[in-house]
Each structure stands twice: as structure tokens, then as C-alpha cells.
């Protein structure tokens, strides 16, 4: 009793409990024009959930956004990345709404951040605002709508959370007026030999048909040769009138009548939203195939979706037995699609991979056995299966390269956190060499650059991906490139200042402007153009402009420009 105690406690693996009762009709639909989703909560995205709606803006920017329900505004964030520009609004009954990827705000809330950005003299902000300073009621215009940050195309991000722990919840829960009668469909259903690594096989992929009575697998009887098997399905939703092909809200196993486990997409934090790659056939996903959910807990997956009717989506078989599965995979106003076959045990001789490399496991700290110059160690919660991790050392020819080149693990092996990678430069290097020495991760056309800290001639570094890694002496410091203008240049017709700034490693920061020995607000959306629109703070006349951007090594590169208005 004790161990099954603590393998409940440590996967974070839930029981069937009976979700809160949601209040519905409190919140409003942000915008006015009726309500089409782009995408819903927990829909699969690049590492991680999608922790709410994206409301459709029919193509266009700058549709008036409204808040949800009576409240005050408690937050606002800018970031080039990730929301862009985000306001937060606090409702009485506990709940926090967000909006996201918006662009201007109101206007006294509008004036108020850009004061606050000269203050801080940051174009990226966020602002805890003190309670009452901007409240609001239920339909007051606080934002237009936009495609700011990590956005792809116009649209509103919207998100519910609770107030106190910032878990999201799932906005299709509380009534919004988003009409829903189609059920999901259900795309393929795949297989696993649990007596291997998830990440170790490729799975048996199942070919499913929609009948009139539900969905039935090609063919009706499924045969398998291991005594221990899982499942994952491909299966979206959409909604009455969309053609998005958006995330389905449960999926539930039943293995001869009797629920095995569930996974439900009702609420989850931001500190786990990560644990999508748990959730999913990484390994397939990152081999360009579809989305497989899992309906089984991976032993890593901490504060899980999952909960446990009869165990933990693993079937055990013995004897030639036939067993009657089936999944059903619903949206959050029930629509329920239905897939049934049976499954067949016949035990015969199988052949498994050998794996190279360590055997690391889930739960535990794992150390490599690297070599003189590279090693690496991987936390407790940085595995989701028991997986092989190989190492292989290789001899780099660049001659910015300084150190052996460290391959660690397979990139198809998702990192949760916690992978510290050290390695030795060469001998032989300056002290301004090392300290212009960063570590660089590599993976095909994909690249990372994170500087380095130092210990006793190591450099160390953390990173949530495995690849090849190698010191860089980078001594070669970023690039401002003026837009549209030049030095001693007549602005005076002009609207904004452009720059761009390029880098050798494609990493910069500490971009820093100042217009007369003041500091001037550049914007900086999506990380691509540095961009000042003329204000209050360039009068008439000549001015200087000094721009300072540093690279993640620590090279500098200044600029000075001057002009009139």
C-alpha cells in the first residue's frame, strides 16, 4: 500500500473527482462580433497546451475588446514574444481574465504604461497594477485587438484563471454563447509494446473508418504479440459552423466495459503546461507525424490530466484472450465520438532493439558517462520515460570552435528540465577568450547560444534539449542597421525611426536607445525591427540618436546618428 501511495504521490496520478461547478453567463464574449475559435483550450501546440481561446477577428486588427465581466485591471505585460501586448483584469468572484496579442490600449491605460516604460527606461514590461487604479465594467473598452508577440495571424487570446493559484481554466466551461453540435473525429489509433520505451519504437499504427454506429479499426480484430500494450489516438474537434480543426476536451479508455483512465482538458498551470510533450508520441511529432495523444500516464508526468478508473491505461494480457476496447474522445459540451474493436493477445517471439548509450529513468538523477572534456547530468524531472541516452564525442574543424563537439541523447527524447551539459575548452586560451566563450546547441538548421558560468575550468551550461554541443569564441559584435535613413538625415516628414540589428550567433539583447542622452522607446514585436514612432519626446530641431545593442558573448557595437525634425 505504501508504494502504490508513492507512485500516486510522485506522478501526480488523480483519481475521478467531480469538476467545480463553473459560473455560467458570468462572462461576456470580448469582442462583438460573434464568437468563432481559432483554437481552444488545451489544443497541442509546439511544447506546450494552449491554455485558452483564440476568438477569430474575421482577418482584421484593431476590433474593439471588451472586458468580460466588471473587475480592474491588476496586470499588463509587453513582450516581443510569447502575448505581446497583454492586459490581465481580476473579477470579484476569484477569477482572472486575460487578453493577449492586442494592440493599443485604452488610452488612459495606454498613457499610463508608456510612462511607466520611460520610467523603468524597458520597452518590455510588466506592470503590477494597484487595485482600483482602472476599473472596469462588464463591456468597457479596454484594447484593440491585434497580432502582436508570438501571434501568427490577427486574432484575440483569451484566457480564464483562478485568481489565487493563476491556474487556467477551460473558457468553453463557463456558457459561453459558442454554438456546438459537432462531435470530434477520430483520425488513427496507434499501438505500444510497453515492455519497451515509448520513445524506443515506433508504434503500430491502426487505420479507423466512421460508420453509422461509430468508429471501427481496419480490421475489426486487432492481433498483438506483447503482454502489455497502451494506445494513443489522433482525434480533433471542431465547432457548429468551423472548420478548425481544434483539441478535443477528454479522452477515456474502457477496456471490456470498465474505464481504464481519462485525460481531461479542464484545467492547467503554466509551470506545466510543458508536460504536453509527455502527453503526446513526441518521438513521432518530432519525426513530422501527426499528433498522437496517449491514453496512458508516462511515469514522468507530474500534476498529470490523467485520472485513473482501473489502472493506468497499460493493459496487461496473458492467454490467447480477446479483449472488447473502446475510446471515446468528447468536446466540452459532450459531443462524443465513439471508436470500438477488439483486441487479441497471440504471444509470439519478439524482436527488439538494442539501444546504445546509459539507461536513464524517470524520477531520478541521472549522470552520464561522458568523457574527459564533456559530461552532462539530468535532474528528477527532466524524463518523462525510461529511455537510452548515448553519448558520442566528436573533433570540430571550425576555427571559432574551441572545444570537442558533445552529442547527448536523441532529439526524438523530449527534456522536461534540468539537462546540464559541461564541457572543457581547449588549452590554450586567453582570459578574454574565455570570456567571450559561449556555449552553443545544435540540431540540424536549429541553433542555441546561452553563456556560460564557470567552474574550475568547466563551462556549464542548462538546456531542455538534447543535440550536439560545443564552445564558440565569439568576438564578433552585432550589427545596427539603420532603415530608410541615414546619418544626417531630414526627418521631418517621417512618422518612426527603423533598425534592425543582426547578429553572427542570431542572439543579441541589452538593445538600448537614447535620443539626447535620454532614453527613447523602441518597440520591438516578434524580435525583428526596432521601431520609435515619433512622440512628445522629439521636438523640433537637430538631434542625436546613440543606439547600444550587445551580443549574448558580451561584444558591443554602438551607433550615432543624428538628424532633424
Request: aromatic letters at 12%; glycine letters at 8%.
Given at each position: 500500500?505504501?508504494?502504490?501511495?508513492?507512485?500516486?504521490?510522485?506522478?501526480?496520478?488523480?483519481?475521478?473527482?467531480?469538476?467545480?461547478?463553473?459560473?455560467?453567463?458570468?462572462?461576456?464574449?470580448?469582442?462583438?462580433?460573434?464568437?468563432?475559435?481559432?483554437?481552444?483550450?488545451?489544443?497541442?501546440?509546439?511544447?506546450?497546451?494552449?491554455?485558452?481561446?483564440?476568438?477569430?477577428?474575421?482577418?482584421?486588427?484593431?476590433?474593439?475588446?471588451?472586458?468580460?465581466?466588471?473587475?480592474?485591471?491588476?496586470?499588463?505585460?509587453?513582450?516581443?514574444?510569447?502575448?505581446?501586448?497583454?492586459?490581465?483584469?481580476?473579477?470579484?468572484?476569484?477569477?482572472?481574465?486575460?487578453?493577449?496579442?492586442?494592440?493599443?490600449?485604452?488610452?488612459?491605460?495606454?498613457?499610463?504604461?508608456?510612462?511607466?516604460?520611460?520610467?523603468?527606461?524597458?520597452?518590455?514590461?510588466?506592470?503590477?497594477?494597484?487595485?482600483?487604479?482602472?476599473?472596469?465594467?462588464?463591456?468597457?473598452?479596454?484594447?484593440?485587438?491585434?497580432?502582436?508577440?508570438?501571434?501568427?495571424?490577427?486574432?484575440?487570446?483569451?484566457?480564464?484563471?483562478?485568481?489565487?493559484?493563476?491556474?487556467?481554466?477551460?473558457?468553453?466551461?463557463?456558457?459561453?454563447?459558442?454554438?456546438?453540435?459537432?462531435?470530434?473525429?477520430?483520425?488513427?489509433?496507434?499501438?505500444?509494446?510497453?515492455?519497451?520505451?515509448?520513445?524506443?519504437?515506433?508504434?503500430?499504427?491502426?487505420?479507423?473508418?466512421?460508420?453509422?454506429?461509430?468508429?471501427?479499426?481496419?480490421?475489426?480484430?486487432?492481433?498483438?504479440?506483447?503482454?502489455?500494450?497502451?494506445?494513443?489516438?489522433?482525434?480533433?474537434?471542431?465547432?457548429?459552423?468551423?472548420?478548425?480543426?481544434?483539441?478535443?476536451?477528454?479522452?477515456?479508455?474502457?477496456?471490456?466495459?470498465?474505464?481504464?483512465?481519462?485525460?481531461?482538458?479542464?484545467?492547467?498551470?503554466?509551470?506545466?503546461?510543458?508536460?504536453?510533450?509527455?502527453?503526446?508520441?513526441?518521438?513521432?511529432?518530432?519525426?513530422?507525424?501527426?499528433?498522437?495523444?496517449?491514453?496512458?500516464?508516462?511515469?514522468?508526468?507530474?500534476?498529470?490530466?490523467?485520472?485513473?478508473?482501473?489502472?493506468?491505461?497499460?493493459?496487461?494480457?496473458?492467454?490467447?484472450?480477446?479483449?472488447?476496447?473502446?475510446?471515446?474522445?468528447?468536446?466540452?459540451?459532450?459531443?462524443?465520438?465513439?471508436?470500438?474493436?477488439?483486441?487479441?493477445?497471440?504471444?509470439?517471439?519478439?524482436?527488439?532493439?538494442?539501444?546504445?548509450?546509459?539507461?536513464f529513468y524517470p524520477g531520478m538523477l541521472n549522470v552520464g558517462q561522458g568523457s574527459e572534456d564533456g559530461d552532462f547530468y539530468m535532474n528528477e524531472k527532466a524524463l518523462y520515460d525510461s529511455v537510452h541516452v548515448n553519448y558520442i564525442r566528436t573533433v570540430s574543424l571550425h576555427p571559432d570552435v574551441v572545444s570537442a563537439v558533445h552529442t547527448i541523447g536523441n532529439t526524438g527524447i523530449p527534456v522536461q528540465e534540468g539537462l546540464v551539459v559541461r564541457i572543457k575548452p581547449r588549452s590554450g586560451l586567453t582570459a578574454d577568450q574565455l570570456s567571450r566563450t559561449v556555449m552553443q546547441r545544435f540540431a540540424g538548421a536549429k541553433k542555441q547560444v546561452i553563456k556560460p558560468d564557470w567552474q574550475q575550468g568547466w563551462a556549464m551550461a542548462k538546456f531542455r534539449e538534447f543535440g550536439s554541443f560545443q564552445l564558440v569564441v565569439d568576438d564578433t559584435p552585432p550589427e545596427?542597421?539603420?532603415?530608410?535613413?541615414?546619418?544626417?538625415?531630414?526627418?521631418?516628414?517621417?512618422?518612426?525611426?527603423?533598425?534592425?540589428?543582426?547578429?553572427?550567433?542570431?542572439?543579441?539583447?541589452?538593445?538600448?536607445?537614447?535620443?539626447?542622452?535620454?532614453?527613447?522607446?523602441?518597440?520591438?514585436?516578434?524580435?525583428?525591427?526596432?521601431?520609435?514612432?515619433?512622440?512628445?519626446?522629439?521636438?523640433?530641431?537637430?538631434?542625436?540618436?546613440?543606439?547600444?545593442?550587445?551580443?549574448?558573448?558580451?561584444?558591443?557595437?554602438?551607433?550615432?546618428?543624428?538628424?532633424?525634425?
Amino acid at each position: 500500500m505504501r508504494s502504490l501511495f508513492f507512485f500516486l504521490l510522485i506522478t501526480g496520478f488523480n483519481s475521478f473527482a467531480q469538476p467545480p461547478a463553473y459560473p455560467k453567463n458570468y462572462f461576456r464574449n470580448p469582442l462583438n462580433i460573434a464568437p468563432s475559435l481559432a483554437g481552444n483550450f488545451g489544443e497541442l501546440r509546439p511544447n506546450h497546451y494552449h491554455m485558452g481561446l483564440d476568438f477569430k477577428t474575421n482577418h482584421a486588427e484593431n476590433l474593439p475588446v471588451h472586458a468580460a465581466a466588471d473587475g480592474y485591471i491588476a496586470r499588463v505585460k509587453i513582450e516581443p514574444f510569447g502575448y505581446g501586448r497583454a492586459i490581465y483584469i481580476n473579477h470579484p468572484n476569484g477569477y482572472t481574465t486575460v487578453y493577449a496579442h492586442l494592440n493599443a490600449f485604452y488610452p488612459a491605460l495606454e498613457d499610463y504604461v508608456k510612462q511607466e516604460q520611460y520610467k523603468k527606461e524597458s520597452w518590455g514590461v510588466s506592470l503590477d497594477i494597484p487595485p482600483g487604479m482602472f476599473a472596469v465594467k462588464k463591456g468597457d473598452f479596454i484594447a484593440n485587438s491585434g497580432n502582436s508577440g508570438g501571434s501568427q495571424g490577427p486574432h484575440l487570446h483569451f484566457e480564464i484563471r483562478n485568481t489565487v493559484t493563476e491556474v487556467n481554466l477551460n473558457p468553453m466551461l463557463f456558457g459561453f454563447p459558442i454554438p456546438d453540435k459537432v462531435p470530434p473525429t477520430i483520425q488513427r489509433l496507434a499501438i505500444y509494446d510497453r515492455n519497451q520505451g515509448i520513445y524506443e519504437q515506433t508504434p503500430k499504427i491502426i487505420a479507423v473508418k466512421k460508420t453509422a454506429a461509430g468508429y471501427v479499426t481496419i480490421p475489426a480484430v486487432i492481433t498483438v504479440n506483447s503482454n502489455r500494450v497502451s494506445f494513443a489516438v489522433t482525434s480533433y474537434d471542431t465547432h457548429s459552423g468551423s472548420s478548425n480543426l481544434n483539441g478535443i476536451y477528454q479522452g477515456i479508455l474502457y477496456d471490456s466495459g470498465k474505464e481504464v483512465i481519462r485525460f481531461t482538458m479542464d484545467n492547467i498551470g503554466y509551470e506545466t503546461t510543458r508536460y504536453m510533450n509527455a502527453h503526446i508520441d513526441y518521438k513521432t511529432k518530432a519525426g513530422s507525424g501527426p499528433y498522437l495523444q496517449h491514453l496512458s500516464l508516462p511515469a514522468g508526468y507530474t500534476n498529470s490530466i490523467y485520472q485513473s478508473g482501473t489502472g493506468n491505461g497499460i493493459l496487461e494480457l496473458a492467454g490467447q484472450t480477446t479483449r472488447d476496447i473502446k475510446i471515446e474522445t468528447k468536446d466540452a459540451d459532450g459531443n462524443t465520438a465513439s471508436l470500438q474493436f477488439k483486441l487479441q493477445y497471440k504471444p509470439w517471439p519478439v524482436v527488439r532493439q538494442n539501444f546504445p548509450g546509459e539507461m536513464f529513468y524517470p524520477g531520478m538523477l541521472n549522470v552520464g558517462q561522458g568523457s574527459e572534456d564533456g559530461d552532462f547530468y539530468m535532474n528528477e524531472k527532466a524524463l518523462y520515460d525510461s529511455v537510452h541516452v548515448n553519448y558520442i564525442r566528436t573533433v570540430s574543424l571550425h576555427p571559432d570552435v574551441v572545444s570537442a563537439v558533445h552529442t547527448i541523447g536523441n532529439t526524438g527524447i523530449p527534456v522536461q528540465e534540468g539537462l546540464v551539459v559541461r564541457i572543457k575548452p581547449r588549452s590554450g586560451l586567453t582570459a578574454d577568450q574565455l570570456s567571450r566563450t559561449v556555449m552553443q546547441r545544435f540540431a540540424g538548421a536549429k541553433k542555441q547560444v546561452i553563456k556560460p558560468d564557470w567552474q574550475q575550468g568547466w563551462a556549464m551550461a542548462k538546456f531542455r534539449e538534447f543535440g550536439s554541443f560545443q564552445l564558440v569564441v565569439d568576438d564578433t559584435p552585432p550589427e545596427i542597421i539603420p532603415v530608410g535613413f541615414k546619418d544626417s538625415t531630414d526627418l521631418s516628414k517621417a512618422t518612426r525611426i527603423m533598425v534592425t540589428v543582426k547578429d553572427n550567433l542570431d542572439e543579441f539583447k541589452n538593445f538600448r536607445a537614447e535620443l539626447d542622452g535620454k532614453w527613447l522607446r523602441f518597440t520591438n514585436d516578434k524580435g525583428r525591427n526596432f521601431i520609435y514612432i515619433f512622440d512628445e519626446q522629439c521636438t523640433p530641431g537637430q538631434h542625436q540618436l546613440t543606439i547600444s545593442v550587445a551580443d549574448e558573448a558580451g561584444n558591443m557595437t554602438t551607433r550615432v546618428f543624428t538628424f532633424s525634425r
